[in-house]
């Protein structure tokens, strides 16, 4: 029996691009998404801001010293963090699975400026009862100290736990604590997944 389903974020409950959150913020900055790009991902800035050892100012600072130069915060915060859109077709097996007393948590590697656009601009993160997302954990999926944090949010054993995200490590490693985990590819198959449980 199910009775916690957890939910990834990005690609499960909302899309979103790298590519475009580069070239955003270029526009903004003046730069090239290259430039952008090398200082998200090769520099520990952005596994930083996603673990929460920075805050959103500590953020600012230290990506305008990679860049060169002073950048607008909010111009760059709104940038960088408009790059979602909802995935609508997930909205009413949420709803479904909410209706039959399941408990619904979403487990997420994200930052503080992501999940504030997200829970100003989309009808989603409300339907949720709780929320491990890894700048407030201080941890990222697949270290197992997230998936602690999580279970312990569950009320329930980790055997009554679903999980689906877009990335098989990071359901691999929730395997590992017994919970009954599957890659999210589409609703139709989640659908399936959650039927063949009896959640649906």
């Known amino acids: 029996m199910i009775r916690t389903a957890f939910f990834d974020m990005g690609n499960v409950l909302t899309f979103f691009s790298h590519e475009r959150m580069c070239q955003q913020d270029a526009e903004v900055c003046d730069s090239d998404a290259t430039e952008i790009a090398r200082i998200f991902f090769e520099t520990t800035l952005e596994t930083?801001?996603?673990?929460?050892?920075v805050s959103k100012q500590q953020f600012h600072?230290?990506?305008e010293e990679e860049l060169g130069h002073s950048v607008d915060f909010e111009r760059?915060?709104?940038a960088g963090s408009d790059i979602f859109r909802l995935n609508e077709e997930i909205l009413p097996v949420l709803d479904e699975l909410k209706s039959r007393g399941i408990r619904l948590i979403v487990l997420s590697n994200t930052n503080a400026s992501h999940v504030d656009f997200i829970r100003a601009e989309f009808d989603l993160l409300h339907r949720f009862d709780d929320y491990v997302f890894s700048h407030e954990a201080?941890?990222?999926?697949?270290?197992?100290?997230?998936y602690d944090v999580a279970l312990s949010k569950a009320n329930c054993e980790a055997n009554e736990c679903f999980y689906t995200d877009d990335i098989e490590a990071y359901i691999l490693a929730a395997r590992e604590f017994n919970i009954q985990a599957e890659v999210f590819t589409d609703v139709a198959t989640l659908k399936q997944h959650l039927t063949d449980r009896g959640a649906l």
Not at 48 to 53: A, K, M
Not at 138 to 146: E, L, N, Q
């Open 76 to 78: 760059l915060e709104h």
């Open 61 to 63: 600072q230290r990506f």
């Open 138 to 146: 201080g941890a990222m999926k697949p270290d197992a100290a997230i």
């Open 48 to 53: 930083d801001f996603e673990c929460g050892r």
